[in-house]
């Protein structure tokens, strides 16, 4: 898999670049928010599996660089930085990063996260994961909960008419709990159905990501914690 780490910390970038090698990636270095979006232009080389960016960069913050990324391409973006806060971890979800990864980190877990969502992007995922592949029996009719509308085939989300952008991993969340309102979902079942991994550091993530939902739905109430146990979904009226 071809990878594109973004990082102006020379010293940083050539320890991750021989230990991701020796993983059988091939590393591009850019320095710059700039250099990254040159390599990342239609025509300009074979196409990323993965973009790691840093968001201390000399030229721009990595926040804008996400989101000219994503006006790009829609390569995974995995942030990894040392702004720990969850306001930076939702703010980079919600300009289309895939995961985010603080500073210092575990090589072992920037391995999980980076094959984790390199596998949700296989075409094979284009239908949607957690459920919401074509089963063959026709068109899956739209969920609707409340003022909510949830469009399976198009991987498409409103609230109230007005369509909500999600991520590719919001959307699987979303569904996952939406195919079955009031039922409680583990953290371990939602994380292996949406991450599909058994890695236990990725319940931070799950945590962020809940937060970026209530967030972008306008609906905190919609998802409810279930202390010691997981989330469920609770149908709202109308």
């Excluded at 970038?13 to 040159?38: C, N, P, Q, W, Y």
């Excluded at 993965?50 to 790009?72: A, N, T």
């Excluded at 969850?86 to 980079?92: K, T």
């Excluded at 210092?104 to 995922?125: F, G, K, N, Q």
Aim: net charge neutral; aromatic share 4%.
């Amino acid at each position: 898999m071809r990878l594109l780490l973004v990082e102006d910390d020379n010293h940083v970038a050539a320890a991750l670049t021989a230990v991701l090698s020796r993983h059988g990636f091939d590393i591009t270095h850019a320095r710059s928010g700039e250099e990254a979006l040159k390599a990342l232009l239609p025509g300009a080389g074979a196409p990323f599996g993965v973009v790691l960016l840093d968001l201390g960069l000399p030229d721009q913050d990595g926040f804008e660089v996400c989101g000219r990324i994503r006006k790009l391409t829609a390569t995974p973006v995995i942030m990894v930085t040392a702004r720990s806060d969850v306001r930076s971890r939702i703010h980079g979800l919600n300009l289309g990063a895939d995961d985010y990864v603080v500073k210092p980190y575990d090589t072992m877990e920037l391995l999980a996260r980076i094959h984790a969502v390199s596998r949700r992007t296989l075409p094979s995922d284009s239908g949607g994961g957690a459920g919401t592949e074509d089963s063959g029996e026709g068109p899956q009719p739209p969920l609707r909960l409340g003022p909510v509308t949830i469009e399976l085939p198009t991987r498409q989300v409103s609230v109230d008419g007005a369509t909500v952008s999600l991520t590719r991993k919001e959307f699987d969340l979303l569904a996952l709990l939406a195919q079955r309102p009031g039922v409680v979902f583990r953290r371990e079942q939602i994380i292996s159905e949406v991450w599909r991994t058994s890695w236990e550091g990725t319940g931070r993530t799950l945590e962020v990501h809940i937060a970026s939902l209530r967030s972008k739905l306008h609906m905190p109430a919609l998802i409810e914690t279930v202390r010691g146990v997981g989330y469920r979904l609770v149908a709202p009226a109308g």
